[in-house]
């Protein structure tokens, strides 16, 4: 079955940087897009950014624009953010996810927790 | 910008009962509407997309409905597994948003 595993998450200081990574297994990687997505503490979802199945695109919110980007190794089933100048309203759990249709996000990784904070 | 409002923000019901969990869109968004189900320390969960398709292993208790800007998901009759919170998504323009969420706790 679908498993996505994410990683990297930590404590950085404001101004920061930090690379997140989700592995897939389970899953053609290179044959769906895959999304982000983050939820600060006690709040609700935010889609933060996603990219096709080979990379040709991407798109993000823009609390995120410039700041974040979003790659993918397909022939490391691996699904990549760097995020730069981090704020403190970074700070949230990062899902990873599978998209289905370039509409929807079917399958989800358990997520890792930045906290940004000096 | 497409912004989905979902209501109530709370919904406290007993097992067995029936729930009826709305979403409304901003603008048009044809049927590409999903929602997830997010329990407590856990990842969301796809329930259905396309506004009235169950995703995979999904149970039949669970529909989606649509009418114009509104989306409707509804429970037949909840089990005690599913209290937890319900998001809607739009799937329309490539930014995915999801709304606020609505809590569905035991009353």
């Known amino acids: 079955q679908v498993q996505l595993v994410e990683s990297g998450g930590g404590v950085v200081q404001p101004g920061g940087s930090l690379r997140l990574s989700c592995v897939g297994t389970?899953?053609?990687?290179?044959?769906?897009?895959m999304h982000w997505v983050r939820q600060a503490p006690g709040k609700g979802l935010e889609w933060v950014t996603f990219?096709?199945?080979?990379?040709?695109?991407?798109y993000y919110a823009d609390s995120v624009k410039g700041r974040f980007t979003i790659y993918k190794d397909n022939s490391k089933n691996t699904l990549y953010l760097q995020m730069n100048s981090l704020r403190p309203e970074d700070t949230a759990m990062y899902y990873c996810?599978?998209?289905?249709?370039?509409?929807?996000?079917?399958?989800w990784g358990q997520g890792t927790l930045v906290t940004v904070s000096s | 910008e497409i912004v989905l409002t979902q209501s109530p923000a709370t919904l406290s019901l007993s097992p067995g009962e029936g729930a009826t969990l709305s979403c409304r869109a901003s603008q048009s968004i044809s049927a590409f509407l999903g929602w997830y189900q997010q329990k407590p320390g856990q990842a969301p969960r796809l329930l259905i997309y396309d506004a009235n398709r169950r995703a995979t292993g999904i149970p039949a208790r669970f529909s989606g409905s649509a009418s114009g800007r509104d989306f409707i998901l509804t429970i037949s009759s909840v089990e005690p597994e599913d209290f937890a919170v319900y998001y809607c998504q739009q799937g329309s323009d490539g930014l995915f948003r999801f709304g606020q969420g609505t809590k569905l706790e035991i009353k």
């Open positions: 389970g899953l053609t990687f290179g044959g769906h897009g």
């Open positions: 996810a599978k998209d289905k249709a370039v509409r929807y996000l079917d399958y």
């Open positions: 990219i096709r199945y080979d990379g040709s695109d991407e």
